[in-house]
């Protein structure tokens, strides 16, 4: 109830401030696990994409800003959960992974943190969807967040991982996976 109700004061607020072009909302499936994986341009990224999305996204979000009572409290009702980047997160995991089980939309920035390059990806979106076998769809987000800036987000195709399926999860496999992800999220980020 609270992340419908958030939703719709960020599409009011959204529609106000800001001049979207979305293109390929209905790349998203209407129901099965899926991760939508995403460039990360600013904190608000996650906000612009749910505004744009049908399905709820579960996001993973640095646990420092769990810190906070009444901030830790909000994300948890928009559905976002802390993971460590430091190391293994072994609790982020195996939420994450009950979150696709339950056939639920995963919400992961594959950089890691804001950044305009693709330099210092990380492997965990490729991981999820061969261990899942939940498609993955790219999106691409450019533009300001500066008021009445415009902001072009992209959902590409739904990159499918069942050709994948049965084969032993090795770094070379992660590699590929994710070299086809980035390909398509940072064509889709580009004007």
Request: proline share 4%; with cysteine; hydrophobic share 40%.
């Amino acid at each position: 109830m609270f992340y419908r109700f958030a939703r719709r004061i960020a599409i009011i607020i959204g529609r106000i401030f800001f001049r979207f072009t979305v293109t390929g909302q209905e790349n998203i499936p209407k129901d099965g696990a899926v991760i939508i994986c995403s460039n990360h341009i600013h904190g608000l990224d996650a906000v612009a994409l749910a505004m744009f999305s049908k399905r709820q996204i579960f996001y993973m979000a640095k646990q420092e800003l769990f810190k906070g009572r009444l901030l830790g409290t909000a994300l948890h009702g928009l559905g976002a959960f802390p993971v460590d980047r430091k190391g293994n997160d072994l609790k982020a995991y195996r939420h994450t992974m009950q979150l696709l089980k339950d056939n639920k939309a995963l919400g992961i920035f594959s950089q890691g943190t804001r950044t305009q390059d693709f330099d210092n990806v990380k492997g965990g979106v490729a991981v999820f969807a061969l261990k899942s076998n939940a498609p993955v769809v790219p999106v691409g987000i450019r533009g300001s967040y500066l008021p009445f800036s415009r902001l072009h987000i992209n959902f590409g195709k739904p990159i499918q991982v069942d050709e994948y399926q049965g084969k032993k999860i090795k770094s070379e496999l992660v590699d590929e996976v994710m070299a086809k992800i980035v390909e398509n999220v940072s064509k889709l980020s580009q004007p």
